[in-house]
């Protein structure tokens, strides 16, 4: 075999277009779900009112 004949697994077979598209979602969902979590937890702890003491409210004796 010479060296300067091409071999027979030269080039990749072509990636499908599938794969770029689905990692691109994962990729998207990846850094968009974890911020949505932070701003939805963080934004009803925020709204939420403090549980009542009322064991600190009248003294003991």
Do not use: C, F, Q
Request: without cysteine; proline residues 11%; charged residues 15%.
């Amino acid at each position: 075999m010479e060296s300067s004949s091409p071999s027979g697994k030269a080039t990749e077979p072509p990636a499908h277009r599938w794969t770029h598209v689905m990692g691109i979602a994962i990729a998207i969902l990846t850094l968009i779900v974890p911020v949505l979590v932070i701003a939805y937890y963080s934004s009803n702890s925020a709204n939420s009112s403090p549980s009542p003491r009322t064991y600190l409210d009248s003294p003991r004796e």
